[in-house]
């Protein structure tokens, strides 16, 4: 069985940076999809951004385009979120997740809130 434990969290302030950082336990990492889901106080998930396992295929939530970068390094199974320029916006706990069918599968499944994620690390952007 999979598990993600995602860290690299904390508190900021507007326009600072952080990198998240995901451990993925298992064999399969290097062929799956790895991505990136938030949620704040009191919403529902919103996605934030996938990537393919080869580091291709990286999509982005509009609200985050330009400011983050999803990235992975296959040799030591993690997969990192480095995040500029925060906002009060991006407040929220993050989490990493994954899919070995692909970035597809991958973002339909963060919208449904199925499939495989960690314990969350969390975000505070203060202004």
């Known amino acids: 069985q999979v598990q993600l434990f995602e860290s690299g969290g904390g508190s900021v302030q507007t326009g600072g940076s952080l990198k998240l950082s995901c451990r993925h336990s298992?064999?399969?990492?290097?062929?799956?999809?790895m991505g990136w889901f938030r949620q704040a106080p009191g919403k529902g998930r919103q996605f934030v951004a996938t990537?393919?396992?080869?580091?291709?295929?990286?999509v982005y939530a509009d609200s985050v385009k330009g400011r983050f970068n999803i990235s992975r390094d296959n040799s030591i199974n993690t997969a990192f979120l480095e995040m500029n320029d925060l906002k009060p916006e991006d407040t929220a706990v993050y989490y990493c997740?994954?899919?070995?069918?692909?970035?597809?599968?991958?973002?339909?499944?963060?919208?449904?809130?199925?499939?495989?994620w960690g314990q969350g690390t969390q975000v505070i952007v203060s202004s």
């Open positions: 997740t994954t899919d070995s069918r692909g970035t597809d599968a991958l973002r339909v499944a963060i919208m449904r809130g199925d499939g495989i």
């Open positions: 298992g064999r399969s990492f290097s062929y799956s999809a």
């Open positions: 990537i393919g396992w080869n580091g291709g295929e990286r």
